[in-house]
């Protein structure tokens, strides 16, 4: 009985991954037949370094760098601001924080990645754009210094949960040692503990970059959606992300503007997949040092 209760067990476990594999290979197919075939008709270099996005002039144009630059500037705004919160945290709660009191702070930041990101997008159009509106005298507080400031808290829970595990993970006798030295708490954390643990540190910075830069709701919300190169953080930009949110609604299925939409996803997909990759390789490291 217990023989095929292992078989009946492995095959359903043997499913369950080859299955996972099956749809990642679908989702891979679905975008590459519905986006490539713009590219007969549009070189790779005018689509990704092209500035005009027009595509359902006459003569249509599909440039996407406006959109790469958006991306990559709330991205880098928010791990500026995510980083230091979502590090700090998670030396608070792993080197400083006492149990009792770890045990409250904890759950507290964890919960944070549980809010839907809608709800975000709400709290940064009604809360905090309206505040950088009239303190900074501007036009309009939807703009890449708003995006920034609301997925910077979005990254937060990832960033201090994953960077804890590693300093947590750090071995006990390295601490003593350390200490035994001479060394005060702050130097200990800062050249011994973070040190040793810094590939899981740096996995977790990239893994809240890969959430950053695939995030939609937020961005589609707060950041403006003005398809500009920006010329300072309070310009609004479009990211890659509210761009096929907001577009896709409007084309027709096997259009040109239809696969210029896959196009920007297949980009998106290329580089999430690289940061996570990236990830792998960096958490892989961590696990076998």
Not at 28 to 41: A, M, V
Not at 176 to 203: D, H, N, W, Y
Request: proline share 4%.
């Amino acid at each position: 009985m217990h023989k095929y209760k292992e078989k009946a067990f492995t095959a359903i476990t043997y499913t369950a991954s080859l299955f996972t594999i099956m749809v990642l290979f679908a989702l891979i197919y679905g975008l590459f037949r519905e986006g490539l075939p713009l590219f007969n008709k549009v070189s790779l270099t005018e689509f990704i370094f092209g500035i005009g996005w027009y595509p359902t002039n006459a003569e249509p144009e599909f440039g996407a760098w406006t959109f790469i630059i958006g991306s990559f500037c709330v991205t880098i705004g928010a791990l500026i601001i995510g980083i230091p919160l979502g590090l700090g945290s998670a030396i608070f709660i792993s080197e400083i924080a006492g149990n009792r009191l770890k045990e409250i702070v904890k759950p507290v930041i964890e919960l944070l990645a549980g809010i839907p990101s809608v709800v975000y997008g709400l709290f940064g159009m009604s809360t905090i754009a309206p505040l950088i509106r009239n303190w900074l005298n501007l036009d309009t507080g939807l703009n890449i210094f708003t995006a920034s400031v609301i997925l910077g808290l979005m990254i937060v829970p990832i960033i201090a949960s994953m960077s804890e595990d590693a300093l947590t993970n750090v071995p006990k006798s390295i601490r003593e040692a350390a200490l035994a030295l001479g060394s005060t708490k702050m130097e200990c954390i800062f050249r011994v503990i973070i040190p040793a643990a810094q590939r899981g540190i740096i996995g977790s910075i990239l893994l809240g970059l890969g959430r950053a830069i695939g995030e939609t709701m937020v961005v589609l919300m707060v950041a403006g959606g003005s398809a500009q190169i920006p010329k300072s953080i309070f310009d609004s930009v479009r990211p890659l992300t509210s761009t096929i949110a907001a577009e896709m609604g409007e084309t027709v299925i096997g259009g040109l503007h239809y696969q210029s939409l896959y196009a920007l996803a297949i980009l998106l997909f290329v580089l999430t997949f690289a940061i996570n990759l990236i990830t792998e390789f960096f958490i892989a490291k961590r696990d076998k040092k």
